[in-house]
């Protein structure tokens, strides 16, 4: 609880935190210190850290409490972000327990080789093994559900992962293969697999891939895993077919590409664009982000806009094309007595108005009189008046539309206009919200005056 703003949690702290009895608290850091679950430090003021040990303690622990496992074994991997442990429960049953180890000297890059953080965020070693930890058991139990090859995710807590035991081999380990070329094409189905799915494994090579004596193959080692939309997905994918190819060549004397009934050597990262679904969005795996949600979100809403509002433009049209002949009745009536010269100049000006952007006398007159004529069937009829005001809205509009004239806002589009309106106003508001936040993230921890490159903000000292 301490370490969540403090890297050297202060002894009064922890002593508030505690609400022991005076004295309690320091006899059970003596106590954790002599095990080596805590570290003292007392070079800026007296405070305590925990270790690696005693996060291990913690996780162990809860898994124990929670009764899916009851002791702890031989340990069977070390690598550079975890170790891994053979453990059991209470029936006797083998499983793996994976500690991730963020942190260690041999691999201290994570910030700029995982995407586990913002860039200029700062946290502890530990608040990262646990982010890895819950990436992997998430990318564990949706591969699992979808069939792929993988160990089978039982439980996770802090930076533990707890996992079924695999009988078998790294593929690191095996010097002869009975059927390399069947292998090989099981392993790239399962990169096209990955691809399909929007994942990319990003270290997929004979480390993280075991194989049993039956030669069945199962992909381990999930938590670098990033999306197809990642800026350099295909770049890491082409780097993992390369290490497949480069060890089936040298280690097991298989080229790929002399072996002419191989139907394909390279697997094509733009043919396996996700066609199987979108587990990178399902999980936020790396590359996919919050404004990659936001734009689906919004596309989403756009094209549920424009099909409610077509499907108003079609009732409209088919409400306006029963009254559209009456104003040609109308006209065609009332211009049985006039004089063909009269009829040239009212389309002259007609023409004059339309490029001038104004509605000409005949429009006018052709939506009023579809007006009056739907008042008086109005008056003759009261179950029709719903029907009358529509087609005598909608031939307006429509006159309106061919005179030029700015068509007349009715409810609904007014409604759709103001919730468009609505929309931008809000997603302006959060993107100038993320631009703030992005600021103020990138401008954390420096003095005021500092620029982007952490000098003196341009000020030059005689």
């Known amino acids: 609880m301490g370490q ?22 320091h006899k059970c850091l003596k106590e954790l210190l002599r095990h080596k679950l805590v570290h003292h ?34 340990k069977i991997g070390v690598g550079k972000e975890a170790d891994v442990y053979e453990v059991a429960d209470d029936e ?42 819950v990436k992997e058991f998430a990318f564990m139990r949706a591969l699992q559900t979808r069939g792929l090859p993988v160990p089978e995710a039982i439980d996770q807590n ?70 197809t939309n990642h800026a350099n997905a295909e770049e890491l994918f082409e780097r993992d077919v390369d290490c497949l190819i480069r060890f089936f060549s040298k ?42 949600q936001a734009a689906l979100d919004s596309v989403a809403e756009d094209d549920s806009d ?17 009254p559209e002949c009456e104003p040609e009745a109308s006209s065609s009536s009332g211009s049985d007595g006039e004089e063909e010269e009269d009829s040239e100049e009212e389309a002259s000006e007609e023409e ?21 004529g739907v008042a008086e069937a109005s008056g003759k009829d009261s179950d029709n008046d719903d029907a009358a005001s529509l087609s005598t809205v909608a031939t307006g509009i429509l006159s309106m539309r061919i005179s030029g004239r700015p068509t007349p806002a009715g409810p609904n589009v007014v409604a759709d206009t103001l919730r468009q309106q609505q929309k931008r106003a809000a997603r302006r508001a959060a993107m100038a919200s993320a631009s703030r936040n992005a600021m103020k993230g990138r ?13 003196g903000g341009g000020i030059t000292w005689g």
């Open 443 to 455: 401008n954390k921890g420096k003095r005021k005056g500092e620029g982007a490159d952490g000098g």
């Open 4 to 25: 969540k703003n403090h890297e050297i949690v202060p002894s009064s702290l922890v002593d508030t935190i505690a609400s022991l009895k005076h004295g309690g608290t």
């Open 92 to 133: 006797g049953n083998r499983m793996c327990l994976k500690l991730h180890r963020l942190g260690r000297t041999s691999f201290r890059a994570v910030k700029s080789k995982r995407d586990y953080l913002r860039q200029g965020s700062h946290y502890s070693w530990l608040y990262l093994s646990r982010l890895s930890a």
């Open 352 to 372: 004059a108005d339309t490029k001038a952007g104004r509605a000409s006398p005949a429009a006018v007159a052709a939506t009023e009189k579809p007006r009056e």
């Open 251 to 292: 280690k097991l004397g298989y080229v790929p590409s002399l072996d002419s009934a191989l139907k394909r050597v390279r697997p094509n990262f733009q043919l396996a664009s996700p066609s199987a679904g979108d587990l990178d969005s399902e999980l936020r795996a790396s590359g996919f982000k919050r404004e990659h």
């Open 158 to 227: 802090r930076h533990a992962v707890l996992m079924s035991l695999v009988d078998a081999f790294p593929l690191v380990q095996i010097k002869e293969l009975a059927s390399p070329a069947r292998i090989y094409t099981q392993l790239i189905d399962l990169m096209e697999r990955l691809a399909q799915m929007g994942l990319v494994h990003c270290d997929f090579n004979e480390f993280n891939i075991l194989i049993n004596e039956e030669e069945e193959i199962t992909l381990i080692d999930f938590p670098q895993m990033v999306s």
């Open 41 to 74: 430090e007392s070079k800026k003021y007296d405070g305590y850290r925990l270790t690696n040990m005693g996060y291990d303690f913690l996780a162990i622990k809860t898994l124990t409490a929670r009764g899916v496992m009851s002791s702890v074994g031989r």
């Open 306 to 322: 424009s099909e409610a509002g077509s499907g108003e433009e079609e009732e409209e049209e088919e409400s306006s094309s029963e």
